[in-house]
């Protein structure tokens, strides 16, 4: 169906980031249940004696008592009560594995997961027409089918080992009640083991399946992914457009330094060019700035066109932090370049009177 709609790709890592939020997960209820099936019959195995035991010291209080009928109405309440904290005592055990094999089962499946997006109410879930829709849909009849199969299977496995157990159960009868016990007991067991083992097969099948079926509805169509990357990473075009732009403006940069009356340095951190030529700058303007890198190449260019450079660390810092390339000197930092400037125009005139 993806393939048909055009949805061909792989769903990227911010749609499976994304469904996961929303707690759309492939995960796998059979395989859940079977993990807890199995774990059940295992912890059976080795809890059968704490059962007989409990079961032994219950009917041992209550028979050393005797449950007479004279009296009876009125030890309703602590007989029924006793019987709760009996049963909890046998069930607690099962009750507390079977509730961490299954939550163990589901976050191996999915890993830790909280969300609140399921309990938000929506009217899609509620509205009766999607719901008899959902209800004839392709994956409801797959469950359904699917449901029925493994039904049948259990009921075929079950059917088959107790009719190879019969003749044992029949001839039976001679070989005392406690024998009989443990030989159903084992008949439970044996088969308890062999229903785990096809239903953990069965809900890995199903796991497959569950995370094939999830991948493939949220394939993406190319114009998604496109779409997708722009809104995350930006447009390429204009990206190109700005990366032409930064290369241009850093071409640029470089080339007014030939026209710079001097760089100032920090000494080698920091490095920017400055323009005061009085037929056209009523002010010093920033022709050139750089750090690192950038400012080696600014000194570079400055050495081979013959540009003075002064080290002065804190206008190089002031003006590197406070001004942008174009902008004219601040008012506040004239007398500190009038200084710089007059030292330029003074080693100019040295350089003149040399032999």
Same mark, same amino acid.
């Given at each position: 169906?993806?393939?048909?709609?055009?949805? !061909?790709?792989?769903?990227?890592?911010?749609?499976?980031?994304?469904?996961?939020?929303?707690?759309?997960?492939?995960?796998?209820?059979?395989?859940?249940?079977?993990?807890?099936? =199995?774990?059940?019959?295992?912890?059976?195995?080795? $809890?059968?004696?704490?059962?007989?035991?409990?079961?032994?010291?219950?009917?041992?209080?209550?028979?050393?008592?005797?449950?007479?009928?004279?009296? $009876?109405?009125?030890?309703?309440?602590?007989?029924?009560?006793?019987?709760?904290?009996?049963?909890?005592?046998?069930?607690?055990?099962?009750?507390?594995?079977?509730?961490?094999?299954?939550?163990?089962?589901?976050?191996?499946?999915?890993?830790?997961?909280?969300?609140?997006?399921?309990?938000? =109410?929506?009217?899609?879930?509620?509205? #009766?027409?999607?719901?008899?829709?959902?209800?004839?849909?392709?994956?409801?009849?797959?469950?359904?089918?699917?449901?029925? @199969?493994? $039904?049948?299977?259990?009921?075929?496995?079950?059917?088959?080992?107790?009719?190879?157990?019969?003749?044992?159960?029949?001839?039976?009868?001679?070989?005392?009640?406690?024998?009989?016990?443990?030989?159903?007991?084992?008949?439970?067991?044996?088969?308890?083991?062999?229903?785990?083992?096809?239903? $953990?097969?069965?809900?890995?099948?199903?796991?497959?399946?569950?995370?094939?079926?999830?991948?493939?509805?949220?394939? @993406?169509?190319?114009?998604?992914?496109?779409?997708?990357?722009?809104?995350?990473?930006?447009?390429?075009?204009?990206?190109?457009?700005?990366?032409?732009?930064?290369?241009?403006? !850093?071409?640029? !940069?470089?080339?007014?330094?030939?026209?710079?009356?001097?760089?100032?340095?920090? #000494? !080698?951190?920091?490095?920017?060019?400055?323009?005061?030529?009085?037929?056209?700058?009523?002010?010093?303007?920033?022709?050139?700035?750089?750090?690192?890198?950038?400012?080696?190449?600014?000194?570079?260019?400055?050495?081979?066109?013959?540009?003075?450079?002064?080290?002065?660390?804190?206008?190089?810092?002031?003006?590197?932090?406070?001004?942008?390339?174009?902008?004219?000197?601040?008012?506040?930092?004239?007398?500190?370049?009038?200084?710089?400037?007059?030292?330029?125009?003074?080693?100019?005139?040295?350089?003149?009177?040399?032999?």
């Amino acid at each position: 169906m993806a393939e048909k709609d055009g949805k !061909t790709e792989k769903a990227s890592p911010k749609k499976l980031k994304d469904s996961r939020k929303k707690g759309e997960i492939a995960k796998s209820q059979d395989l859940t249940s079977a993990v807890t099936f =199995v774990v059940f019959i295992v912890s059976s195995t080795f $809890l059968g004696t704490y059962i007989l035991k409990q079961g032994y010291l219950y009917l041992k209080i209550y028979l050393s008592e005797g449950l007479v009928v004279k009296g $009876l109405e009125n030890n309703l309440g602590n007989i029924g009560m006793r019987a709760i904290i009996f049963t909890l005592i046998l069930a607690g055990p099962f009750l507390a594995i079977g509730f961490f094999a299954s939550l163990v089962a589901s976050m191996l499946q999915t890993g830790f997961l909280f969300t609140s997006t399921p309990l938000k =109410v929506d009217i899609k879930k509620i509205n #009766p027409i999607s719901g008899f829709k959902n209800m004839f849909s392709k994956k409801t009849m797959f469950t359904l089918l699917k449901n029925l @199969m493994k $039904l049948g299977l259990v009921f075929w496995m079950s059917f088959t080992m107790i009719r190879s157990s019969i003749n044992h159960l029949v001839n039976s009868g001679n070989v005392g009640t406690q024998k009989l016990f443990f030989l159903v007991m084992e008949l439970v067991k044996s088969l308890g083991v062999q229903l785990g083992i096809l239903l $953990l097969g069965l809900g890995i099948g199903d796991y497959i399946y569950q995370v094939y079926d999830y991948r493939k509805n949220l394939k @993406m169509s190319k114009q998604e992914v496109k779409d997708e990357y722009k809104e995350s990473e930006g447009d390429p075009q204009i990206k190109g457009k700005r990366r032409q732009f930064h290369r241009q403006m !850093t071409n640029g !940069t470089l080339a007014d330094v030939e026209t710079a009356t001097a760089v100032i340095t920090n #000494p !080698t951190h920091l490095a920017i060019a400055i323009r005061y030529d009085k037929s056209q700058d009523e002010v010093p303007i920033i022709v050139a700035k750089g750090a690192d890198h950038q400012a080696a190449k600014i000194r570079e260019r400055a050495n081979e066109s013959n540009v003075p450079i002064i080290e002065n660390k804190p206008v190089a810092r002031a003006m590197y932090k406070s001004i942008e390339v174009g902008q004219p000197v601040p008012v506040d930092m004239y007398q500190a370049i009038a200084e710089i400037l007059a030292l330029v125009y003074q080693m100019e005139e040295m350089n003149k009177h040399k032999i």
